[in-house]
């Protein structure tokens, strides 16, 4: 996934980001029943072609005839007994590893988590009432094809100003804190003179 994020290889990394673009933005203009049955159409157009162009090669006497998409038949896909109980054990921990916390959070089990959570929702209410969801996972997409590859290319620039943005955050936190009554300075200054 990092190599396709980061653009090593600029030919893989730029057909999977128009591919999922593309994709996207056919589901947001069109349904995704009708995207999906021209995907599929489109991709079985091509496949009949070529295979109806090897047999006619053949009739001609200039071919084998063979399918030219024998070796992808060919692939074992067969999962042995070890691997599904691997896979399902994991995935049967994801799920309950979720379930748990989702009911950590909805049935109140921490009220500081759940009002973080809730606090998220309202949040995202703004969101959802600027943005489409698809048009968030587009810019989504977008930002995990770009993002990467800025930072690698200006990595210390980044760093510096991350940096400068974290000391003045700490900065603020430390004022604010110490303005609070039972924390910080005037906390430990009450302390001495008791």
Known sequence: MAELLY?????????????????????????IVSVASHLALAVLAITISLRVYHKALQ????GDGAN???AYLDVDLSLSREQIARYTEQITAQVVSGVTLLR????????VDSLKLALLF?????VGAVFNGLTL?????ISA?????????????????????NNQLSYIKAKIYSKIPGT???ASSKAKAE
């Open 7 to 31: 653009w090593r290889d600029t030919r893989t990394s730029g057909v999977v980001f128009t591919g999922i673009m593309v994709s996207l933005l056919c589901v947001l203009h069109f349904s």
């Open 59 to 62: 009739a001609v006497h200039r």
């Open 68 to 70: 030219p998409f024998q």
């Open 104 to 111: 950590h959070l909805f049935l109140v089990e921490d009220l």
């Open 122 to 126: 309202y949040i995202l209410t703004f």
């Open 137 to 141: 996972l587009i810019l989504g997409v």
């Open 145 to 165: 094809f770009t993002f990467p590859l800025l930072y690698r290319q200006h990595q210390a620039q980044i760093d510096q100003y991350v940096g400068l943005v």
């Open 184 to 186: 910080g300075a005037s």
